[in-house]
Every structure is written in structure tokens, then in C-alpha cells.
């Protein structure tokens, strides 16, 4: 059934006041109640796994259907590995330090107070995103453990799975003693409903999108929520001419074909003149078993002339795809700057056995997460020692790259004195 546009801000209005209460109460909720209630989620994902993929199953069919991408049919499939792992994920964050209460800094300054700045909850967090169920459970975990409240509105094209998982995880997680609340899912697919939600800054004090450019750049501009993101995640490989040949191969293949539809995949590819012909015939080859279209800049093409001629257009592109563009630079400069001026801040990397190049890589590139002989693919919250990650921001402020349950808690200055007054 159809709701009124009145109705749908309405239940989105209720929604959020919810969150909103139940975040007060869950500042008092201890270690040990968080990590039992987040255990009984584990319990009842892993218990209820074969109807979670019953309705991930109803999605993916009609996402194909609708002619989705094979991109987004990939981030939006789960399979029994990725069930598994998301439970693993949430078992490892139990296992993560808490970060509510934290002392950060301590000092007594020359008038008698005890100045301490500590962690605290962020409040109530809203997720929006498109296509992966995983970020449901992911979202949920993170927050709970940070004392948050957490709002969820995924993309319709995963509305039963990420309406099943919600519901396992907010009943499992009330037998548990969670605040009733704690946990709200948006089960509307109308898009008024984020143009209700990206406008309630009195309920709700952080906003993370993940998804396309469009959405992302759609709700930077309109909310007036405090937003927290990731744009696109154009990332290169920097090979460089003191490279080891087989890693440079291996990193190479990895981080374009591990996983091509997922931001921290390799879009393109920086090679340094000296050892050109030295990689890309082999690499070239494995691309090719491997299904990926190459396309290469001029020189490249005369090392390997079965490549597509690469334009202006693809250094821009996140492909998401079994797609990858090649440049052959003249100096590790070049590469910086070709980085720098067409990435997204997101994962680079570079492949080298020179320290002191190395060195002047990670210092001069400008991106959340820099990786010296290492694919981009490692970019990721369980990789990290997270458990599982809320997304990967390429903003400066208040946190970058992969954020944890630390990026989801703010700060407070607790001061004492003893009668203690300004002259």
C-alpha cells in the first residue's frame, strides 16, 4: 500500500524521535550490556541465515530483472561466506575495546581544575545507502558499540533484505535489554522519505550516505544534517621503476580483479618508463584470462597494442567494473601528480623496493589511505583491525578513511574544581 507524502514524513518523524530517546538511555548502557546484546544479534543472524538469503534472493532476481548493473547486482548479492562473515564481524567488534569513556587528555592548568577530555556517543547516526544488505548489520553493530542510535534507509533494490536483517538484529537485540529504539529501519522505498530524513538536524546528529556519486553529492548538498562521506573511490597503482616485477604483477591483478565493483578496487593503473616492457606484456596477459578490458595511453599501446586507446574520460572514471586504464609516466613526479590531480583521496599505492621513494609517495599523495607494496583492496575496516567498517570517508574532518566505532563517538571536556571561580 501507497503512503501520503504526509503519512511517510510522519513515520519518518517517529522514527527519528525514537532513535533520539533511545540514544539518552543507551549513554548509561555498560560495556558488557553492549557486547550482550550485540552477541544475541550474531546468534540470531546465524540461526536465521537461510531465510536472510531467501529474501536477499527476491532482490537480486529483481534487480536483474530491472536490468541493474552487474556492478551493483554483485554489492547487492550475499551469499552463505558473506553471511558468515558479517557474524564474524560483529563477534570481533565485541571483542574491541570500547571507546565510550575514554580519557583522551588530561591536564591541570594553573587555576585549580582538573580538565579531562573524554569519548562520548555521537548521539543518533542515519544511514543512507544503496544496493549492500552488509551495511545494515555493519551500521547497526558500530553504532550500538559507540552507545549510538542508528537510523537505516537502504536503496530499494535490497529493501527485503535489509528489512529482514533489521528485524533479527532490533528483536534479538531487545531480548537482550537494548532500548527499544536503538535500532530503526525506514521500510519505505519512496524517495521522500531521505528528503524528510536529511532535514531532521534537531533528532539526528550525524548523516552517513554510501552509494553512487549522485546520491552522495544529492544529500551534501540538501541536508542540513552534518554529513559524513566518501565520493567516488578512483584509486591507482603507481609501479615504479625499482619495483619487484612479480609483486608489482601480483599487487596488480589484485587490485583490479579481486573485486571490481567495490570503491578501494584499482581504476588505474601508473607504470614508470624503465620497467614498462618489463609488466605489462605478462600483466597485460592475466588481464586478458581474466576478462578485463585495457585501455592504454600511447605509449603503453606500443608496448602492448592490443590495448583500447584510453581518452581524458577514463582517467576520470570509476569504472566498478572488469575495466582498467594504464599510463606509462617518466618519473615518480609524474605519477604523484597524475593522482593528485584525478583521484578521489580514497586508496593509492605504490610498488617498490626504494625507501626513499616510497617515503616521498606516502607524504606528497593526498588520499585517506596510502599503501607501499600492497593492493588498494586491503583498504577496509575487518582488514584494519575494525571488526567491520560504517564506510570510507575522503573528507579531512571529523574522520578519514575506514571509520571504526572511534569516528563514530564525539568529545567532552569534564572539568572540577573545588569551588572554584573566574576572577
Same mark, same amino acid.
Given at each position: ?5 504526509s503519512e511517510?514524513?510522519?513515520a ?32 540470531a ?10 529474501h ?100 530499494? !533494490? ?5 528489512k ?8 534479538a ?24 530524513l ?14 553512487? !556519486? ?30 619487484d ?5 601480483k ?29 605489462l ?49 617518466n ?16 586508496? !593509492? ?14 607524504? !606528497? ?11 588498494t ?47
Open positions: 500500500m501507497l503512503l501520503e507524502k511517510i514524513k510522519q519518518v518523524l517517529l522514527k527519528a524521535s525514537a532513535a533520539k530517546e533511545a540514544s539518552r538511555i543507551l549513554l548509561s548502557i555498560t560495556t558488557e550490556q553492549k557486547n550482550n546484546m550485540l552477541s544475541a544479534m550474531a546468534n543472524l546465524q540461526q536465521n541465515m537461510k531465510e536472510i538469503l531467501f536477499n534472493e527476491i532482490d537480486v532476481e529483481a534487480a536483474k530483472e530491472a536490468g541493474i548493473t552487474p556492478s551493483l547486482i554483485d554489492r547487492l548479492t550475499l551469499t552463505e561466506q558473506q553471511m558468515n562473515a558479517m557474524v564474524k564481524g560483529i563477534k570481533d567488534v565485541i571483542l574491541l575495546q570500547d571507546p565510550v569513556g575514554t580519557v583522551i587528555e588530561e591536564n591541570t592548568p594553573s587555576v585549580d581544575i582538573d580538565v579531562r577530555k573524554i569519548r562520548v556517543p555521537l548521539g543518533v547516526i542515519a544511514m543512507i545507502y544503496e544496493a549492500r544488505p552488509n551495511v545494515t548489520v555493519d551500521a547497526a553493530t558500530l553504532c550500538l558499540k559507540a552507545g549510538n542510535a542508528v537510523i537505516l534507509k537502504g536503496g530499494s !533494490e535490497a529493501i527485503n533484505s535489509n529482514i536483517l533489521a528485524k533479527i538484529m532490533y528483536e537485540g531487545v531480548k537482550a535489554g537494548m532500548p527499544d529504539g536503538s535500532i530503526q529501519f525506514i521500510d519505505t522505498t519512496d524517495r521522500s522519505a531521505v528528503q524528510e536529511i532535514h531532521l538536524d534537531n533528532l539526528i546528529d550525524l548523516l552517513i550516505p554510501r552509494g553512487s !556519486e549522485e546520491l552522495i553529492k544529492f544529500i551534501k548538498t540538501h541536508s542540513t544534517i552534518p554529513v559524513l562521506s566518501h565520493g567516488k573511490g578512483l584509486c591507482h597503482t603507481y609501479i615504479d621503476k625499482d619495483a616485477v612479480d609483486i608489482a604483477i599487487i596488480a591483478v589484485n587490485a583490479k580483479c579481486q573485486r571490481p565493483s567495490v570503491c578501494n578496487a584499482m581504476e588505474t593503473l601508473l607504470i614508470h618508463k624503465d620497467i614498462a616492457a618489463q609488466v606484456p605478462n600483466l597485460c596477459k592475466l588481464y586478458n584470462d581474466t576478462g578485463v578490458e585495457v585501455r592504454g595511453c600511447d605509449i603503453s599501446k606500443k608496448i602492448v597494442n592490443s590495448m583500447q586507446p584510453a581518452t581524458e574520460e577514463d582517467w576520470n572514471t570509476e569504472y566498478h567494473d572488469l575495466k582498467v586504464s594504464i599510463k606509462t609516466v618519473s615518480l613526479e609524474e605519477a604523484i601528480a597524475h593522482i593528485n590531480k584525478y583521484g578521489s583521496m580514497h586508496s !593509492e599505492a605504490i610498488v617498490t623496493n626504494n625507501e626513499e621513494t616510497a617515503n616521498k609517495f606516502v607524504l !606528497e599523495v593526498d588520499a585517506a589511505a596510502v599503501f607501499v607494496n600492497a593492493s583492496r586491503l583498504h577496509d575496516g575487518g582488514v584494519f583491525g575494525l571488526g567491520c567498517e560504517i564506510g570510507i570517508s575522503t573528507q579531512k574532518l571529523h574522520a578519514r578513511g575506514t571509520m571504526g566505532i572511534k569516528e563514530l563517538t564525539t568529545t567532552k571536556y569534564i572539568v572540577k574544581g573545588n569551588g572554584t571561580i573566574r576572577n
